[in-house]
């Protein structure tokens, strides 16, 4: 089975309590291993109000809740039953699992939040290979030379005119091959 983004359903303005709950409740079950991120999509819009400059946090899915998952019964069942969990998205009811946010989907959320699907401390090592997804390399594979955990940044060799060639790209930039 593999970790793949569903989304769930909530009360509108109650996004943070469920994320809260359902992140002690993978706690308290020991669910580590099949429910990894709770995320609520936000971007930041600056506001010009009076001539101050304020930044606001604005919900990109008002009432949807983003969670990365292995969905297994046990999981399913956790999530389901959290507090203030309305239900999933792309699931008939009825018992039927839900239908996972297809890759290409999720990536330009988790982009524009400036996150990847790769979790940089798990899942990527030195030697291993990721495909650009993001920037002027956009589309080439390449092999990871060094890993910049602090500034999330990798450092990529990819092939540029027969030549290798190190690039420096940033996390959410990548995804793994």
């Given at each position: ?8 359903t ?12 359902l992140?002690?409740?993978?706690e ?6 099949n ?6 999509p ?19 899915f ?24 309305t239900?999933?998205?792309g ?13 290409n989907?999720?990536d ?8 990847s ?57 990548v995804?793994?091959?």
């Amino acid at each position: 089975m593999e970790k793949l983004w569903y989304v769930i359903t909530t009360y509108v303005g109650h996004e943070a309590n469920v994320k809260d709950k359902l992140e002690a409740r993978t706690e308290s079950m020991g669910m580590q291993d099949n429910i990894f991120r709770v995320i609520i999509p936000e971007t930041v819009e600056i506001e010009i109000k009076d001539g101050v400059k304020k930044e606001k946090v604005k919900k990109m899915f008002p009432g949807y809740v983003f969670v990365e998952m292995v969905m297994s019964d046990e999981a399913w069942y956790a999530v389901r039953n959290t507090p203030g969990v309305t239900g999933f998205i792309g699931s008939s009811g009825k018992g039927a699992k839900p239908t996972p946010v297809p890759p290409n989907e999720i990536d330009h959320i988790l982009v524009t939040m400036g996150m990847s699907r790769v979790d940089i401390e798990s899942e990527l090592k030195v030697g291993d290979k990721v495909n650009i997804i993001d920037g002027p390399f956009k589309g080439m594979i390449g092999t990871i030379d060094s890993i910049d955990t602090e500034n999330e940044r990798l450092n990529v060799l990819i092939d540029l005119f027969g030549q290798e060639t190190p690039v420096e790209v940033e996390l959410f930039q990548v995804s793994k091959a």
